[in-house]
């Protein structure tokens, strides 16, 4: 497929984070892109802004002859709204790919850079497209979320970017085995975990789907992976490339070491090769972020970049839409809305807020996401909550088309939390939990909203007074 030659293109599922990166990336080009989603949002309108045609809800008449590429989100299923357009396209005979094989696409004659992993892609993502900007290697970018508008520039905006060089960034999702449509020449590795149970079988399954990843990597090809992740080690020999590790508490060719937490900032040695090439500062909570950090950092030294542009760019990077992210205050109390909806993700946002408060009363709003993944990960998400000293869960956003009817509540986990001595309270919706945030709030100095749904729409309502329904 050669994109180039696409000049109408229509993208179902448009309001999805990389989906709207595809579209930023359309318009760069100079194509006409329409698109349609459920309902409305910031994306979409930030889309409209930028000239896009865009449709709220789907209809099987938003698709015409003219669009001479049609492409649709991993969201759209069967059981999804967005089917009968994809019905539609293939009535019509139009060319259909999936956002995966665009991606794919994307790299096709360059050097292609695939961010993979369960958990800290999507920063990872972020920091190296902003450090190979900064060095000027002028790469295209695709990115899982969007960057601080502390961070853009005329050329990388949001969560994508349009470049002339030779490398391009994607983050490349596990989920359903996508990342295998793309074939770069690098791929860095965040980890591991049990995650999308509705589609995998297992944790041997998901380290299956990785395993022939790094395998596709060509001999001369570059795999850069977490050495604190056993799950990740355990499958990085069956890659027959070069291969680089990065991590703080193992043995790694570039290690974080004397990480120290003070004054809203991080700051670490970082040795590369048994040798220190400097310290480094990052104003982003989480040793997680360290790793992040780590991961896009070794990448760019085996691209070449110089140590000291990469010290810039982690010294000045603002962060991400919804990781860890400060909204701002209501009262006296701040205000973050954070994505973590992985046990993994769940724990080190708390680790990390209780790290960057220290002496702090914080309240997290915990939004599960999607019922099949609470059920299958209950132990996990009961032991990570657990590190909470105040909750309110409200009750699980469901996937919309990735739902079987599996019978699991917020209210379960709230349950087993008090039994074991964690202050939870249940909220059967947004607005209860609204109510019960204002209720408390005089009496906690932080609240993180934190879940991949639409928590994040409550957390900024509270912030900005915005009365649009959630």
């Known amino acids: 497929m050669d994109i180039k030659e696409a ?81 539609q396209a293939q009535k019509l005979g139009l060319n259909i790919q999936s956002y995966a094989k665009v991606l794919g696409a994307l790299m096709q004659g360059k050097y292609g850079i695939g961010v993979t992993g369960t958990n800290g892609k999507s920063t ?60 770069p020449r690098m791929i860095v590795l965040t980890n591991i975990a049990e995650d999308h149970l509705d589609y995998y079988k297992d944790l041997e399954d998901i380290k299956n789907a990785f395993r022939d990843y790094v395998k596709s990597l060509p001999k001369d090809g570059i795999l850069i992976f ?33 990480i120290k937490v003070e004054n809203g900032k991080q700051t670490f040695d970082m040795h590369y090769d048994d040798e220190k090439i400097g310290t480094f500062e990052l104003h982003v909570p989480a040793k997680y972020n360290v790793s992040n950090a780590l991961g896009a950092s070794l990448a760019a030294i085996k691209l070449g970049v110089k140590t000291e542009i990469i010290e810039k760019v982690l010294r000045e990077f603002a962060g991400t839409w919804r990781r860890f992210e400060t909204i701002g ?12 909806h992985h046990p993994a993700g769940v724990l080190g946002t708390i680790e990390a807020a209780k790290e960057f408060y220290p002496g702090k ?85 932080v609240v993180i909203f934190m879940g991949a749904g639409d928590v994040d729409l409550l957390a900024r309502k509270l912030v900005h007074y915005n009365t649009a329904p959630y």
């Open 7 to 87: 000049t109408k293109i229509f993208l179902i599922g448009i309001g999805g984070i990389g989906m709207s990166a595809l579209a930023r990336l359309f318009l760069a080009m100079g194509k006409q892109v329409s698109g349609s989603d459920l309902k409305h949002s910031d994306i979409l309108e930030n889309m409209r802004m930028l000239g896009v045609n865009v449709f709220i809800g789907h209809d099987p008449k938003n698709i015409n002859p003219n669009y001479d590429l049609v492409v649709y989100s991993a969201d759209i299923t069967e059981q999804s709204e967005g089917y009968k357009e994809l019905e």
């Open 124 to 183: 990872t993502t972020a920091l190296l497209g902003l450090i190979l900007d900064a060095a000027e290697f002028d790469p295209t970018v695709v990115a899982g979320t969007q960057i601080s508008p502390a961070n853009e520039n005329e050329k990388f905006k949001a969560n994508a970017r349009l470049g002339s060089g030779k490398h391009v960034v994607v983050e490349a999702d596990e989920y359903q085995r996508k990342m295998l449509e793309t074939k």
């Open 226 to 258: 977490n050495a604190d992740d056993h799950n990740t080690v355990d499958i990085v020999h069956h890659a027959n490339c070069h291969k680089f590790s990065f991590g703080i508490h193992h043995y790694a060719d570039l290690q974080a070491m004397n």
């Open 361 to 445: 009363k914080i309240l997290i709003v915990f939004q599960p996401h999607h019922r099949n993944r609470t059920k299958r990960l209950f132990g996990e998400f009961v032991e990570a909550l657990t590190r909470a000293d105040d909750l309110i869960i409200p009750e699980i956003f469901e996937v919309a088309g990735r739902e079987h009817g599996e019978d699991i509540s917020s209210r379960d986990l709230v349950n087993e939390l008090k039994k074991l001595g964690t202050n939870a309270e249940y909220a059967n919706d947004l607005a209860h939990a609204e109510g019960m945030v204002r209720n408390k709030l005089k009496d906690f100095d």
């Open 329 to 340: 205050k209501l009262g006296s109390a701040a205000i973050i809305s954070d994505y973590g």
